[in-house]
């Protein structure tokens, strides 16, 4: 195996080698060519006068706009994330740190009110003013939620104890079997204090059909403190078990000292089923509210420059959200590094074993169809740009890039599909089972197992789509030099990021993992830098961007140093992020600190 491996590294090391080639040949005459352009041949510098006034040059109150954005960079880049890693977690500091960040949201949207109503409207009818109130009251009304759910106790692990445990019943699932035992052992140890209404104490057996039908005297809550304790018990270990058939008991309310407040009331009046509708509500906020976040930072930095006015919304568009998606697409590489989906097997894992036998996509068919999904709605969208015209050369391009992108997210969710993967080996089946199968030796018949590798998809064609979108980019014609560099910046991202997602498929293909743990290949961290630094890139290569580049004297290697730069920050940051979340969860669960070690399970 040992040889196998090394050989297979030294050919893979010499296919590359020979595809750089061309590229080290032509080294020379494209920097040569480089050269030429910086020193006589420089994108003419517009007039300055020609440029629109911008809140960036605005010379008043510059101290409010700042502190703005540091405060809305802090809260929704810092503060945001944790609460939504705590609030998936159900920690116990979730309600903390949510109202932390509604104080500092509150404070930057004052320092903005207070700064619009001080300068001139520089960008009238914008859209980060009404897509900030947006998500502002969204994220509102998710923390109002949270507030009644922690109150009624149903958003923690384990039920509030502000509330008897009598009210834990309307919320947590009871079997019927559990029901039944808990009957018998009630009756059995308290037959003698606790007397049947109709009982003569004449040694009627307590166990008796007509008697079994009977209600108890003891009333709800005046239970002994040892059937209470039971009662909890059960209910906590019935909490770990998914297979029993379960039913909603509900129980009576014990009065409380929180009955009385208004939250109080008002979570006692939504019914069962209501909350399941709100739970669902507070949980896609909690998986959509930071991307809804990271676009109101974007269209922050546009209104802010002043970007993408009239004609060039398309541009704007077109650059902004395909970059916006390759950087969501690096953050969940990096996830599935640090072992996020993990249930899924999507961290480079083996998927742990489930009582539930529903189909679960893959990493790699989810990755081909958004693809698809991407060609297939931008396809049409590609002329919005030069509608009313005839289409253009470039027009013609950027379609053609997506019929890749359709055609190449197709492959990737045939490929994944396990029927389809059964009907190609039909020839082989049909040849095999031309001879019984006493017909082979032991030896032979270890060829008829399937091999190792169909254990783990092995899927490039995802990678394959992205490396020729940053081959095609990074060559593409441009109208200045600072657009080329920087078109051919993140052409070259996507290029290198492909490159290593295509080393970890051999890493996959040679040793397969074998472990539930994610197995966290170094080259998936490449991958991650890669998607997110080129995505940030990307959407900078916009005509309004570049302009604004040339404008202010900025060159396309200041902006890439400083885009690599905060990549770097970023990604530490998510992992710190994961981590968190890691520790909320142990934080919050009952099991004890070793039982977290799977090797003493084992």
Request: aromatic share 10%; proline share 5%; net charge negative.
């Amino acid at each position: 195996m040992g040889l196998a491996v090394q050989a297979a590294l030294k050919l893979l090391a010499l296919v590359a080698v020979a595809g750089a080639l061309p590229a080290v040949l032509a080294h020379g005459s494209e920097d040569e060519g480089a050269m030429d352009m910086d020193m006589g041949q420089e994108d003419p510098k517009p007039d300055p006068e020609s440029y629109p006034p911008t809140y960036f040059s605005h010379p008043e109150h510059v101290v409010e706009i700042y502190a703005h954005i540091a405060l809305m960079v802090v809260g929704w880049v810092i503060m945001l994330p944790i609460a939504v890693l705590f609030s998936i977690a159900r920690s116990r500091y979730t309600l903390a740190i949510q109202f932390l960040f509604l104080c500092t949201n509150a404070i930057g949207i004052l320092l903005g009110i207070t700064y619009n109503a001080n300068t001139p409207d520089l960008y009238p009818n914008n859209a980060h003013h009404k897509l900030g109130w947006l998500v502002t009251w969204v994220i509102s009304a998710q923390v109002v939620i949270s507030v009644v759910g922690h109150v009624a106790g149903v958003m923690g692990r384990k039920s509030s104890q502000e509330f008897g445990k009598e009210e834990r019943q309307a919320f947590i699932p009871v079997s019927t079997e559990a029901m039944a035992e808990h009957q018998r052992m009630n009756d059995a140890l308290y037959s003698q204090p606790y007397r049947h209404s109709n009982d003569s104490g004449q040694g009627t057996e307590p166990n008796t059909a007509s008697l079994r039908s009977n209600s108890v005297s003891t009333a709800v809550g005046q239970e002994p403190p040892i059937e209470l304790s039971d009662r909890q018990v059960q209910y906590e270990n019935e909490d770990e078990d998914e297979d029993v058939d379960v039913h909603f008991k509900p129980a009576e309310m014990l009065p409380s000292k929180s009955a009385s407040s208004l939250i109080s009331r008002l979570s006692g009046k939504i019914s069962r089923r209501s909350w399941k509708v709100i739970l669902y509500a507070y949980n896609f906020i909690d998986r959509t509210i930071l991307i809804l976040g990271y676009i109101a930072l974007c269209t922050g930095i546009i209104t802010f420059a002043r970007f993408f006015e009239g004609h060039g919304i398309f541009s704007g568009l077109a650059h902004w959200i395909k970059g916006g998606i390759f950087f969501w697409y690096g953050i969940l590489t990096l996830g599935r590094w640090s072992g996020s989906f993990g249930e899924l097997g999507w961290a480079w894992n083996v998927r742990p074993k489930q009582s539930s036998q529903k189909w679960r996509p893959t990493a790699e068919f989810a990755e081909g169809a958004l693809i698809f999904t991407y060609g297939s709605t931008n396809i049409f969208l590609e002329h919005l740009g030069n509608a009313g015209n005839e289409f253009s050369a470039q027009d013609l391009e950027h379609i053609s890039i997506t019929v890749l992108f359709i055609g190449g997210g197709l492959l990737a969710m045939l490929i994944e599909s396990t029927r389809i993967r059964e009907l190609l080996n039909t020839t082989v089946y049909e040849a095999a089972l031309a001879h019984p199968s006493h017909a082979y030796s032991d030896e032979e018949r270890e060829a008829l197992d399937a091999p190792k590798q169909y254990e783990f998809s092995v899927n490039p064609i995802p990678a394959l789509v992205i490396m020729l979108l940053g081959i095609m980019m990074s060559s593409h014609t441009q109208q200045s030099m600072v657009s080329s560099m920087v078109h051919k910046q993140w052409g070259n991202l996507l290029t290198g990021a492909s490159f290593a997602r295509g080393f970890t498929y051999v890493l996959v293909y040679l040793k397969p993992p074998r472990s539930i743990l994610p197995s966290r290949p170094p080259t998936e961290l490449l991958t991650a830098f890669g998607l997110i630094a080129g995505g940030t890139i990307f959407m900078a290569s916009a005509s309004d961007t570049v302009s604004g580049m040339i404008h202010y004297d900025l060159d396309a290697m200041f902006f890439y140093t400083v885009t690599t730069g905060f990549v770097g920050l970023l990604m530490a940051w998510v992992v710190v992020l994961l981590a968190l979340k890691g520790w909320a969860v142990r934080k919050e669960s009952s099991r004890s600190l070793r039982s977290w070690n799977l090797i003493s399970r084992a």
